[in-house]
């Protein structure tokens, strides 16, 4: 069974960075897309960053675009969030997933979701 765990949030102020960690034990993770959402008190789950297999593109978010940056790790099945000049909109649950795309929308491939590192942003 596919598990994924993401790592690396934490709390820190406006204008800070983080950088996220996710960790698939899955056998295909080099074959797929993978991804980063988040989820916010209240809000439905959106969609942040995206890079396929070879890491030769990415994709964002609006909000993430600029600031964030996706990257990846085959031979570690990892795959990683750097999040720089913060907001306090950041603030969300982080969860990573492998990833396809649906006419413009990304979605997580399956059903599963990590646990999710939570992302704290104060003003």
């Known amino acids: 069974q596919v598990r994924l765990v993401e790592s690396g949030g934490g709390s820190v102020q406006a204008g800070g960075s983080l950088r996220l960690s996710c960790a698939d034990s899955?056998?295909?993770?080099?074959?797929?897309?993978m991804g980063w959402f988040r989820q916010a008190p209240g809000k439905e789950r959106e969609f942040v960053a995206a890079?396929?297999?070879?890491?030769?593109?990415?994709y964002y978010a609006a909000s993430a675009k600029g600031r964030f940056t996706i990257s990846r790790d085959n031979a570690k099945n990892a795959v990683y969030l750097q999040m720089n000049s913060l907001k306090p909109e950041d603030t969300a649950v982080y969860y990573c997933?492998?990833?396809?795309?649906?006419?413009?929308?990304?979605?997580?491939?399956?059903?599963?979701w990590g646990q999710g590192t939570q992302v704290t942003v104060s003003s």
């Open positions: 997933a492998s990833v396809l795309k649906d006419g413009s929308i990304w979605r997580n491939r399956g059903d599963y």
């Open positions: 899955g056998r295909t993770f080099s074959t797929q897309s």
């Open positions: 890079i396929n297999w070879s890491s030769r593109t990415s």
